[in-house]
């Protein structure tokens, strides 16, 4: 029943500390978990890379002493970046996954997200449980693969069903007694802790949640329920005993930490008191002559990169190989020379960095130069009205990512970021122009109106306005050599008469109408007809 090895035995340090939530079958463990990240003691997978880090975690050096120090805590952001399920809301959260983020301390978590129902905070670095108590409603908390050493702050949860704590440091096995008060607590997981290989654990597990259904997987039995409780009288007192050498065993563990950890720290005081290259000078005049010497300074850079990295590979080969006692110091101990090791290698790329200078788009005496930096296929057609530009654009390029400006002589365009700049041959008008991109092949499509006969940037565009004006000169001179000189004669009257121009009207008399003469009867020609009426 159970290992044959318990896990504070020796073991190589290629222990993966930080895996991935699954681990394959192994027939020598009582149960299969589903999200634990380390295999069962005594075996010795690959080694693992560095784990997933957040830069939503503070860092801080007041829980280990260390000269690396290092701290993580939950924080506002770190909740959010994992509740994009419930579009980045937190108080409204039911779920919530916090596992491989490197936390040390449970905290605000309580007081952020009290509808919650579910949490993972597998594979971190928590050591204690605590501000969880609020969360009334969570039915599901996952803490396997930390640094949990007692059961403790769990009465307040009031709805909880399932706890897994696989793969801890819980050596007082009597602290389960704090879960009594857990009344709904089906399913209870603590395979892979110290107190998982007392004698009688189970038996005293069962004994003592009478509410448990399933413990490390495998279901109780009515049967088994039975026997454990008439047992228990005689079960606890060697639990008890067993707690106190596990006690014992973990104050010299810590001592013998503290202390490596001490020696470490001077060790590394003393380096960085050193000189300048790493070495220690009696006569400080030697020192400087050395330093000021045409073969110290004239060293290659690269035989001292070399040198440093081959020795960095080299502590890191014999950190990992070196066996050490699966503890919460020796995770923490692994994480700080990760840490170290990212740092270094952030220095060192840092050094090989080399900063590109900015384009040069613009010369200091105002002339535009011709780039192409998204090197992107383009067309120019010059028309005698305007002049088009047609940009092969990625297809699927968001048009946001995309930046026109239009000069008289240049257009420029940035596409993410990357100047496009092309000088134009002729002058344009920088209003009227107008940018379109096509919804098929996304292309886009610059058409830019002409000024006119303007000389602009560019020989071509010199010589044909040039040659224009030429032409223009030369008709005037051959419209001046033909042209006809027209004779002044003044008695021709070929200049109007300035005081004729507007012309006074004369005043005529009114002539009075003559009066018409009517025949009378006396008149021999007069002629009386009847017919014809007579004359008013």
């Not at 506002?76 to 301390?105: K, M, P, T, Y």
């Not at 930096?373 to 088009?388: R, V």
């Not at 292309?443 to 006969?453: D, R, S, T």
Request: charged fraction near 30%; charge should be neutral.
């Amino acid at each position: 029943m159970g290992w044959s090895k318990p896990p504070s035995t020796f073991r190589p340090r290629s222990f993966p500390l930080w895996t991935s939530s699954r681990v394959p079958w192994d027939p020598c463990r009582r149960h299969q978990p589903r999200a634990v990240g380390s295999p069962a003691p005594g075996r010795t997978p690959a080694p693992p890379g560095p784990p997933p880090r957040s830069p939503g975690c503070a860092r801080s050096s007041a829980d280990w002493p260390g000269s690396l120090a290092f701290s993580s805590s939950v924080t506002e952001d770190l909740i959010r970046r994992n509740a994009e399920h419930n579009d980045c809301v937190i108080f409204s959260l039911e779920e919530l996954s916090l596992h491989q983020q490197e936390i040390e301390r449970l905290e605000h978590i309580d007081k952020w997200c009290r509808d919650l129902k579910i949490l993972y905070l597998q594979n971190n670095l928590i050591g204690k449980i605590e501000n969880v108590s609020k969360l009334k409603k969570l039915e599901y908390l996952n803490l396997a693969l930390n640094n949990i050493e007692k059961i403790e702050n769990l009465e307040g949860c009031e709805e909880l069903a399932k706890l897994d704590l696989t793969v801890n440091f819980i050596g007082e096995l009597s602290s389960i007694k704090t879960l009594k008060h857990n009344i709904h607590l089906k399913e209870l997981f603590l395979m892979g802790n110290p107190c998982a290989f007392f004698d009688h654990y189970r038996e005293f597990v069962v004994a003592t949640l009478p509410q448990l259904k399933w413990l490390d997987g495998k279901e109780i039995e009515p049967s088994e329920r039975i026997k454990a409780l008439q047992e228990y009288s005689v079960i606890e007192p060697q639990i008890r005993e067993q707690e106190k050498d596990h006690c014992l065993k973990r104050a010299k563990l810590k001592e013998e930490a503290q202390r490596k950890h001490q020696e470490e720290d001077k060790n590394e005081d003393k380096r960085s008191n050193a000189g300048f290259d790493g070495r220690w000078y009696t006569d400080i005049n030697a020192t400087l002559s050395s330093l000021e010497s045409k073969d110290h300074l004239q060293a290659p850079d690269t035989e001292e990169h070399n040198t440093k990295k081959l020795d960095n590979s080299e502590d890191d080969l014999e950190f990992w190989n070196k066996p050490c006692l699966f503890t919460p110091e020796s995770r923490l101990e692994t994480l700080r020379h990760m840490e170290k090791q990212r740092k270094n290698q952030e220095k060192l790329s840092e050094r090989k960095k080399k900063v590109k200078p900015p384009r040069t788009l613009i010369t200091e005496d105002g002339k535009a130069l011709n780039v192409n930096e998204p090197k992107i296929d383009f067309s120019l057609k010059d028309n005698e009205k305007q002049i088009i530009l047609d940009l092969a654009v990625y297809r699927y390029m968001d048009t946001s990512l995309i930046n026109v400006d239009v000069q008289p002589t240049y257009v420029r365009v940035m596409i993410k970021g990357k100047p496009f700049q092309l000088v134009l041959p002729a002058e344009v008008k920088p209003d009227s122009s107008s940018a379109k991109r096509s919804q098929t092949t996304g292309h886009l499509v610059i058409c830019m109106p002409k000024v006119g006969e303007v000389i602009t940037g560019g020989q071509r565009a010199f010589t044909s306005v040039k040659s224009t004006l030429d032409r223009s000169r030369e008709h005037i001179n051959t419209r001046s050599k033909h042209m006809e000189k027209l004779e002044v004669d003044p008695s021709k009257h070929s200049f109007p008469d300035v005081t004729n121009i507007v012309q006074e009207k004369k005043h005529t008399p009114r002539r009075r109408p003559e009066p018409k003469i009517i025949p009378s009867e006396e008149d021999p020609t007069f002629e009386d007809n009847p017919e014809v009426p007579p004359l008013i």
